[in-house]
């Protein structure tokens, strides 16, 4: 019976070892097969982030050489909800500076729900008498988020040049606008436009033609204002004269009187001027000076009007009131900037450094900004404005060239007149504004 026992524990002995012996080699099979299966699905990780990597990078060198067209499709739009952001090109021919085609541009997309590249490039036509035909749109600034983009193609005097300029437009599926002078060029550019079978607007030729029967004369062609012509004289010989005229010299003339009468520089150049602005600081008075001056070829001087400081006695004494303007603008919108002035030149930075430094001493604060202080400034103004009877001219939220044509209807109402007798040199048109 004990050999019996004996037995049967010695095999129940070796049952347990055997058990254990398999549970520890099943423990450790498990162990090595996740362990491999973690190292593979390492590499398996590493290898496909590697070949992700890979082509990105073939894809990004990819996508370089493509048209910029296909990164204007990822920009944020600032188009309506629901308007699928779509570039489209206008190119502007001019054979001139190119300002008139692209102030006409922008007066008509302004009509329209649409947003423009307002610092869109100016291209010479150095590039397309070499037979460039590429876009170079590194140049270009770009709209970011707008869908319309203009190119402008200055000085543009040979049917090469013409002829290139139209092949990229075809090219690029652009609205072409000119402004052509020379009639034979001009004809030309409309021929290729219909040709290529391009959207096309000729701005100035409809003009031309209508003011050609009107004063049954033909254009003379000359693009410009700075290019010589023929004139006859007497005895039928042609004589080269400059368009730079007596108009010319007079805008000159009225731009240097501006830039030395400006803020009160020379109160002694008051009596000469034309037109005399006043008003307190940061109310506008020297970009009006200088639209006035140069598109109206006007003598304009500008006097800042401070509480502390009396106006000069030129401008008491010896300016008609007439003449003098008085810029006027709400407390709100002078007090954002000063505001902003102050902090371009960095006064509170310094206030603050101070305040630090002082160590409980209390530092004078700038009031240039501060309300009240405005407001006291303001009305002063007003109060010097009634005094002397000048005109008062509220400039908040208007822009200066809106100013500038409000004064010079004034003006021209006050010293011009409506006479049709009057000499056009006497008069100011305020259609060069805006």
């Given at each position: 019976?004990?050999?019996?026992?004996?037995?049967?524990?010695?095999?129940?002995?070796?049952?347990?070892?055997?058990?254990?012996?398999?549970?520890?080699?099943?423990?450790?099979?498990a162990f090595s097969t996740r362990s491999?299966?973690?190292?593979?699905?390492?590499?398996?990780?590493?290898?496909?982030?590697?070949?992700?990597?890979?082509?990105?990078?073939?894809?990004?060198?990819?996508?370089?050489?493509?048209?910029?067209?296909?990164?204007?499709?990822?920009?944020?739009?600032?188009?309506?909800?629901?308007?699928?952001?779509?570039?489209?090109?206008?190119?502007?021919?001019?054979?001139?500076?190119?300002?008139?085609?692209?102030?006409?541009?922008?007066?008509?997309?302004?009509?329209?729900?649409?947003?423009?590249?307002?610092?869109?490039?100016?291209?010479?036509?150095?590039?397309?008498?070499?037979?460039?035909?590429?876009?170079?749109?590194?140049?270009?600034?770009?709209?970011?988020?707008c869908d319309v983009r203009t190119r402008?193609?200055?000085?543009?005097?040979?049917?090469?040049?013409?002829?290139?300029?139209?092949?990229?437009?075809?090219?690029?599926?652009?609205?072409?606008?000119?402004?052509?002078?020379?009639?034979?060029?001009?004809?030309?550019?409309?021929?290729?436009?219909?040709?290529?079978?391009?959207?096309?607007?000729?701005?100035?030729?409809?003009?031309?033609?209508?003011?050609?029967?009107?004063?049954?004369?033909?254009?003379?062609?000359?693009?410009?204002?700075?290019?010589?012509?023929?004139?006859?004289?007497?005895?039928?010989?042609?004589?080269?004269?400059?368009?730079?005229?007596?108009?010319?010299?007079?805008?000159?003339?009225?731009?240097?009187?501006?830039?030395?009468?400006?803020?009160?520089?020379?109160?002694?150049?008051?009596?000469?001027?034309?037109?005399?602005?006043?008003?307190?600081?940061?109310?506008?008075?020297?970009?009006?000076?200088?639209?006035?001056?140069?598109?109206?070829?006007?003598?304009?001087?500008?006097?800042?009007?401070?509480?502390?400081?009396?106006?000069?006695?030129?401008?008491?004494?010896?300016?008609?009131?007439?003449?003098?303007?008085?810029?006027?603008?709400?407390?709100?919108?002078?007090?954002?900037?000063?505001?902003?002035?102050?902090?371009?030149?960095?006064?509170?930075?310094?206030?603050?450094?101070?305040?630090?430094?002082?160590?409980?001493?209390?530092?004078?604060?700038?009031n240039y900004a501060d309300r009240n202080?405005?407001?006291?400034?303001?009305?002063?103004?007003?109060?010097?404005?009634?005094?002397?009877?000048?005109?008062?001219?509220?400039?908040?939220?208007?822009?200066?060239?809106?100013?500038?044509?409000?004064?010079?209807?004034?003006?021209?109402?006050?010293?011009?007149?409506?006479?049709?007798?009057?000499?056009?040199?006497?008069?100011?048109?305020?259609?060069?504004?805006?």
């Open positions: 019976m004990e050999n019996i026992d004996k037995k049967i524990s010695f095999g129940l002995i070796l049952l347990l070892l055997w058990c254990q012996n398999s549970l520890t080699f099943s423990w450790a099979f491999t299966i973690a190292t593979a699905s390492g590499a398996v990780r590493k290898r496909h982030d590697r070949i992700c990597k890979n082509s990105a990078t073939q894809l990004f060198d990819a996508a370089s050489f493509f048209d910029e067209d296909e990164e204007d499709e990822e920009e944020a739009s600032c188009l309506p909800p629901g308007r699928r952001p779509e570039v489209k090109r206008i190119f502007l021919i001019s054979d001139a500076t190119g300002v008139m085609s692209r102030s006409i541009l922008l007066k008509s997309l302004a009509q329209f729900d649409t947003c423009a590249d307002e610092k869109a490039p100016y291209d010479t036509t150095e590039k397309n008498k070499e037979g460039d035909d590429d876009d170079d749109e590194g140049d270009c600034t770009s709209a970011g988020a402008t193609f200055t000085f543009v005097r040979s049917e090469q040049a013409l002829t290139n300029i139209m092949k990229l437009a075809k090219k690029k599926g652009a609205c072409v606008m000119y402004t052509i002078a020379k009639p034979e060029l001009r004809a030309l550019a409309g021929e290729e436009c219909r040709k290529l079978n391009l959207l096309h607007v000729d701005l100035i030729g409809p003009s031309l033609n209508a003011l050609s029967k009107f004063l049954d004369e033909d254009p003379l062609g000359i693009p410009a204002l700075f290019s010589p012509r023929n004139r006859k004289q007497g005895d039928g010989k042609t004589k080269s004269q400059s368009n730079l005229g007596d108009s010319y010299y007079q805008r000159i003339d009225a731009v240097e009187f501006c830039l030395k009468a400006d803020d009160g520089q020379a109160p002694w150049l008051l009596p000469e001027a034309d037109i005399v602005l006043v008003g307190v600081s940061r109310s506008g008075k020297t970009p009006l000076s200088v639209v006035l001056s140069q598109t109206m070829s006007l003598k304009v001087a500008n006097i800042p009007l401070v509480m502390e400081v009396p106006p000069p006695v030129q401008l008491l004494e010896q300016v008609d009131p007439k003449r003098v303007f008085c810029l006027t603008i709400s407390p709100s919108e002078l007090r954002k900037i000063r505001t902003n002035r102050l902090e371009r030149r960095g006064v509170k930075d310094i206030e603050e450094k101070l305040e630090l430094a002082g160590k409980g001493i209390v530092v004078p604060k700038s202080y405005i407001l006291k400034d303001l009305g002063s103004v007003r109060k010097l404005c009634q005094k002397h009877n000048w005109t008062e001219v509220d400039v908040t939220g208007r822009a200066v060239e809106e100013t500038a044509t409000s004064i010079v209807e004034i003006f021209n109402q006050r010293f011009v007149g409506d006479n049709d007798d009057t000499s056009s040199s006497n008069s100011f048109s305020n259609s060069h504004i805006g």
